[in-house]
């Protein structure tokens, strides 16, 4: 090194490069010096650039062992932290506080990882390197998010699981349709919704679509309404048939007396009146599907009965650029009705079970020793 009217001039050779930069540095950090002429260079012998990397290991394996008990301190508060929050999460407490046994996992779930957070940053900060926590954080709020999107839809489920648990709007083997698809409820899951269909197969349904979905509880309301039309001929008497059709409802055992059975007419067309036919039944007591079947052998059954015909609707087809059949001749071949056949009054029909029952016992199997998150004691929409 020279030094000339301020200019400071670097000769030689150095092992470390690194060193090179911290001399310059340090010379132009003197009093006096107006310029560093830089002309250091590395070496060319192996030995002495090894020997600044040796030399770095060393000083940083004697600092890791100077440290060896600071490092076994922070392990331990990490550890003692982490099982302290393990022991406390297996506490009762958690299931008191929580609104069911789902949302107690997720509380202790969440305290579990809370209590390893505070691990994290009691370790650092006994070995001094609080401020990597920062950078920790960050990173785990870059990979969360990227994890997140990915799996959308699964955190999506998750969430509308909890809003379903907290406030279920149907029970085990409730009847719904949801969606468009009908079945009785066999467990709620973290995941979907199965039901169980009217054909014996499983319905797996999304809880996001669930929660988001409409949904038609037919269990909530034992009572049920049914309905159908049917038509009389024009030259019936409308208001007579009406009544008459109301009367044969009403004298059934199946339907309900409150609320009452209602017969209206809906419209009047060419081939004649269109009655609406609606009445109650009891589900619990009665098959819907069957009470509604009975409802309307027994209507027309009394309809006709009382000499009223419900007209058979004909349809007159015209072939277009086919040869005129006018003049071609024709005879008519009336179609001859076939003797009516005795058959046994069904006037009366006994209550019929529902249908659906035959479903109650599969239900009752597949909850069996099976957890789900749908409780009894919750509240219900």
């Known amino acids: 090194m020279s030094v000339e009217a301020g200019v400071v001039t670097l000769e030689g050779r150095v092992a470390d490069p690194a060193v090179s930069q911290d001399v310059a540095g340090i010379a132009e950090r003197l009093e006096g010096v107006v310029a560093v002429d830089h002309a250091l260079a590395a070496s060319d012998d192996i030995s002495q650039q090894i020997n600044p990397a040796f030399e770095r ?25 982490v099982v302290l929050g393990i022991l406390l999460t297996g506490l009762r407490f958690w299931d008191r506080i929580a609104p069911n046994a789902f949302i107690a996992g997720i509380y202790r779930q969440a305290f579990r990882v809370l209590c390893g ?20 954080l ?15 839809d699964t955190v999506e489920n998750f969430v ?22 009908v079945g009785r409820v066999i467990r709620l899951t973290s995941r979907a919704t199965i039901l169980l269909s009217l054909d014996g197969n499983h319905i797996r349904i999304p809880n996001a679509l669930v929660f988001k979905g409409r949904i038609v509880n037919y269990s909530q309301n034992p009572a049920r309404r049914f309905s159908f ?43 004649g009146a269109i009655l609406r036919v609606t009445g109650w039944i009891d589900q619990n007591e009665t098959g819907f ?8 052998r027994l209507v027309k059954a009394a309809i006709e009965a009382a000499g009223v015909s419900i007209p058979d ?60 998150l749908l409780a009894g004691d919750a509240p219900r929409e």
Do not use: C
């Open 57 to 81: 290991f060393r000083a940083r394996a004697d600092q890791f062992f100077a440290r060896l008990p600071l490092f076994f301190l922070a392990a331990a508060a990490f550890a003692a932290i």
């Open 117 to 136: 957070i505070v691990g994290i940053v009691v370790a650092l900060d006994l070995l001094g390197a609080a401020a990597l926590l920062g950078t920790i």
């Open 138 to 152: 960050g990173a785990a709020g870059i990979v969360g998010l990227a994890i997140g999107f990915a799996v959308r």
């Open 160 to 181: 509308a699981s909890i809003m379903l648990s907290l406030r279920q709007p149907f029970r085990p083997n409730d009847l719904v349709e949801i969606e468009g698809d």
């Open 229 to 271: 039309d049917i038509g009389i001929d024009p030259d019936a008497d409308p208001e007579a048939t009406r009544v008459l059709a109301q009367a044969a409802l009403k004298a059934q055992s199946f339907v309900l007396d409150d609320p009452e059975e209602l017969v209206w007419i809906e419209n009047i067309t060419e081939s």
């Open 289 to 296: 599907v069957t009470a509604r079947g009975d409802a309307i």
């Open 313 to 372: 609707t004909t349809y007159r087809i015209r072939l277009e650029g086919t040869r005129n059949l006018s003049d071609a001749p024709t005879q008519s071949h009336p179609r001859e009705k076939p003797a009516p056949q005795s058959l046994p009054d069904h006037a009366e029909q006994p209550d019929r079970k529902s249908e659906e029952e035959a479903l109650i016992p599969l239900v009752a199997a597949e909850r069996r020793d099976v957890s789900d």
